[in-house]
């Protein structure tokens, strides 16, 4: 019955029109392309190109933390693994840039698996510790391997993208390269998150021995996560070494797992379009108050205070917990034990009256 | 032949045994109470039948087929389900959400599926909508599908994981303390609804349960635990008045 109702819906040309998700992709479509004719000038225009390299960073990090409750800290360093390797790759080997993209990404993927071994092992808590370290690790190795990173220098030169014989230098070209790029992540992100693997992720998220119990093999698909965030992190790196033309070590650390992190929350853990409004925000706030420079981190510090009381599911989050049982965020949920179900606070309650009741609720 | 069988079921934690040397069957589509005191190991029983724990000694067969030791969503395919004690749902996700969730492991989609959206992922996903419904329909929620589950009233919950557990097709369905802190009236509906069960979709069903008229009510064979050892089995009106059961209970007369 619902499959006919679709079809019905899509075969009635009036009602496509009254969709208002039409209009607003439509709209949302009018905008993208004509963002050249608009911005007046390159500075402002290199900021939304940041935000574009950024956003897949903040959809990955959502996916991992705010689906699979995972409270990763890494992904700085699998973004400093796509910028190295595709910079690298073109540099010093030649590799056309597309290829050079790609492999950027399944580097990242294959340490991004391999660090989700060891995570798979331990607690939530441990699993952050052991991201933080993976994170420095990344850091001390790129800063002291001199032959290949350059250390602290950097590499200067990291050609712009180029396939065949076009080659990406200007903004706007780099724009509408990038915006496909990331447009395809959001897609995919969107798809696995509206599908029975979204599902199997926030069951995990919510309450993993139930999942396990319902068939949904959680190894497997805290592994498969971690490799599909880390592949985009690491496309995310690629695209920002070869749009600033240089790498350098100080852009993978921890700060910048925060800022990830940070964006991920204020949009909203869960929420795809929350993660897209959360890079953008975070990434031109600081350029908005560049003049203040020196109380940058105090006022990102404010905002996310602010948000947490105001609006603890992020911006554009929803949560059952939040809106029922006082004003329970995720955040709150992931330092809280995890084997607690989500919102069973009423259960645990009449559980206990049960008790106090005389029928013995036997737990054993 | 028995649908699940154990030989010499055993489960230590440190020096504690709290499963020890338990022998058991259920047949096709038979209905199974187990009872016993605070502690005696019923709920350490469902959870190394379940793969939650791995036991210490013994073996679990599905139809002949060995799943000792599997882990606990490889159990759930071979066809066991099971609710909890403390209800354990996705609160986060909406009531129909939940009971597709249950239909995971029955789903033919793949990633590349996913990723691509084929017409056989957009097929298996309408199918399970539907299946969900139907399976929220048979157990009164259907009105509630597109509330957060946190924000079921208590009965509820415990009747949306009875749906979740029914949508992976399990040809075995453990249900723990499904009527705990129902009033009278509530467990008998939920009575009703595992013969329901029972009957129309052919599954065998193991419950642990304290309120006595529900046990006598609906289990044909119940098997009473004590220490984690098996003191007595047998059909309801025999365990009623068996010696053993009441001291294990009650304590002993002096």
Known sequence: MANLNKLKISNDPKSIFKNWRFWLAIIGTAIMISVPEIVPNDYIFRIIISVIIDIPLALSQNLITGFTGMLSLGQAAFYGIGAYTSSLLMMRLGVPWPLALLLSGLLACIFGILLSFPCLRVGSDYLTLMTIGFGQIFYIVVLNWMDLTRGPMGLPGVPPPQIGSIVFKSPSSIYFLYLSITGLCYLFTHRLTHSHVGRALIAIRDNETAASAMGINTAYYKVMIFAFGSFWAGISGSMLAHFLNFVGPMTFTLNESLLHMQMAILGGLGSLPGSILGAAILVSLPQLFKPIYEYQLLLNGLLMVILLIWRPQGIMGKSAVAKKVGQKSFLKQLFTRRDEPLGNTEATIEDESSNVGGKSNGSN | ?254
């Open chain 2, 1 to 254: 032949m028995d649908l699940i069988r154990s030989e010499k079921a055993t489960m230590d934690f440190g020096g504690v045994r709290a499963v020890d040397n338990v022998d058991f069957s259920v047949r096709h589509e038979q209905i199974v109470g187990i009872i016993g005191p605070n502690g005696s190991g019923k709920t350490t029983f469902f959870n190394i039948l379940t793969g939650i724990y791995r036991p210490t000694e013994g073996r679990f067969f599905l139809e002949d087929q060995d799943i000792t030791g599997w882990p606990s969503y490889r159990v759930a395919q071979a066809g066991i389900a099971r609710t909890f004690q403390n209800i354990r749902l996705f609160g986060n996700m909406s009531v129909v959400e939940n009971v597709m969730v249950g239909r995971h492991a029955r789903l033919k989609a793949t990633l590349i599926d996913v990723l691509f959206r084929t017409p056989s992922q957009k097929k298996d996903e309408n199918k399970a909508q539907k299946k969900a419904e139907d399976l929220l329909d048979f157990v009164g929620l259907l009105d509630k599908k597109e509330e957060y589950a946190a924000n079921l009233a208590y009965g509820e919950q415990r009747r949306l994981e009875l749906a979740r557990a029914i949508a992976t097709e399990p040809k075995l369905l453990l249900l723990d303390e499904p009527t705990a802190g129902m009033n009278p009236n509530e467990a008998h509906q939920i009575m009703e609804l595992i013969h329901t069960i029972r009957d129309t979709l052919k599954m065998s069903i193991v419950l642990i349960e304290h309120n006595m008229q529900v046990m006598m009510g609906t289990a044909e064979w119940i098997i009473a635990l004590d220490a984690g050892a098996k003191i007595a089995e047998g059909v309801p009106k025999d365990i009623q008045y068996n010696k053993k059961v009441i001291e294990a209970y009650l304590g002993e007369e002096e």
